[in-house]
């Protein structure tokens, strides 16, 4: 059977969908910058028109579509195959184009360990190299799902093959569950990678500023430990913010620690959101962007951000540096995960 071939008329780019890929992984994959932040179907980001030939949607109701979307013939890159020729339109641009191609690959679990009450680390190797940009993202297929999940790498890129996720265990998580009770070391799982935008910009001169929610603990530890490899912290200071809800939610000092320049270069913020009534907790309180306004000093604009973490910490995140402190839009790095 022939690959389908797609065209964008938006910009004229063309490519070739290969049987397991979405119309967004065929794009990426050819090395064609098409608009995306999750590649999951919760953020919106590949949004298209189809102007001619056939599709099939795989999650009709992703929450990335509204129902005015819907109702405009919109559909998710990410979540559409085409079934033969098509023409689609959709946004692109050179911030999209992939600094490595993503390529499939199986993958082998290696172990574990248990970072937090909810997060483990899962450490995969595949036979050739480990090829990512610090912050990035893959997407991985796991037994009896027929969808993949994405999840952020924690390390940086390696010729042994090493890829280490931090995932945070979810209530009613399918994914999750295979991951925590099904999954065993010496398991193979198919890999997907490396997708993501907010990966660390080695070319800034500012100050790095890392602001992590939950398991969002794994892409800013691979961007910490991608700053230090890269000799950016020799000029320049990075600051760790990590909200967690309780002083037991708290996690990944020790990962920092082991950095050169901590505590002189590296400083690490730890914020509580509930830290209960028996007075032991004698860190920084409340939600973790009120903490990072109130700890850096001079202008906001003279830092670049990344952070990533739940929904509501982002948006909060967004308008504090975009509206009150006008932060350009691109010295903010995050990639929406819902």
């Known amino acids: 059977m022939t690959a389908p071939h797609i065209r964008n008329d938006k910009d004229g780019c063309e490519f070739v969908q290969a049987a397991q890929d979405t119309?967004?992984?065929a794009a990426l994959r050819s090395g064609h910058g098409m608009a995306y932040e999750c590649n999951s179907g919760g953020c919106g980001g590949c949004k298209f028109e189809l102007l001619q030939g056939e599709i099939e949607t795989l999650w009709p109701q992703a929450p990335g579509l509204s129902e005015r979307d819907r109702q405009r013939g919109r559909h998710l890159a990410c979540q559409c195959r085409a079934l033969g020729p098509v023409v689609i339109k959709a946004q692109s641009g050179a911030d999209y184009v992939p600094p490595i191609l993503p390529k499939r690959q199986m993958a082998r679990l290696l172990g574990t360990r248990d970072i937090s009450g909810d997060i483990r680390e899962f450490r995969f190797q595949t036979e050739g190299p480990a090829n990512f940009l610090p912050g990035q993202f893959a997407m991985l297929d796991l037994p009896g799902l027929g969808s993949s999940r994405a999840y952020s790498l924690a390390n940086t890129a390696n010729p042994q093959g090493e890829w280490h996720f931090q995932i945070r265990r979810v209530a009613q998580g399918t994914g999750t569950r295979i991951l925590f009770e099904s999954l065993h070391p010496g398991d193979t799982i198919e890999l997907d990678g490396p997708y993501g935008v907010a990966y660390l910009r080695t070319d800034a001169p500012r100050d790095i500023v890392c602001v992590a929610g939950g398991s969002g603990l794994a892409p800013m530890v691979?961007?910490?430990?991608?700053?230090?490899?890269a000799g950016l912290l020799a000029q320049r200071k990075l600051h760790f913010f990590y909200g967690a809800r309780t002083p037991a939610d708290v996690c990944g000092e020790d990962m920092l620690r082991t950095l050169p320049g901590f505590g002189q270069q590296i400083h690490y913020v730890?914020?509580?959101?509930?830290?209960?009534?028996?007075?032991?907790?004698q860190g920084r309180t409340g939600f973790v962007h009120e903490a990072l306004a109130s700890?850096?000093?001079g202008a906001l604009s003279n830092h670049e951000f990344y952070f990533?973490?739940?929904p509501p910490m982002t948006q909060a995140l967004q308008e504090l540096l975009m509206v009150e402190h006008q932060v350009p839009f691109e010295q903010i790095h995050f990639d929406r995960f819902f």
């Open 295 to 297: 700890t850096l000093t």
């Open 222 to 229: 691979s961007i910490a430990r991608g700053a230090a490899e």
């Open 308 to 310: 990533a973490g739940p």
């Open 270 to 281: 730890p914020v509580v959101s509930m830290p209960g009534n028996n007075g032991t907790w």
């Open 23 to 25: 119309i967004l992984r």
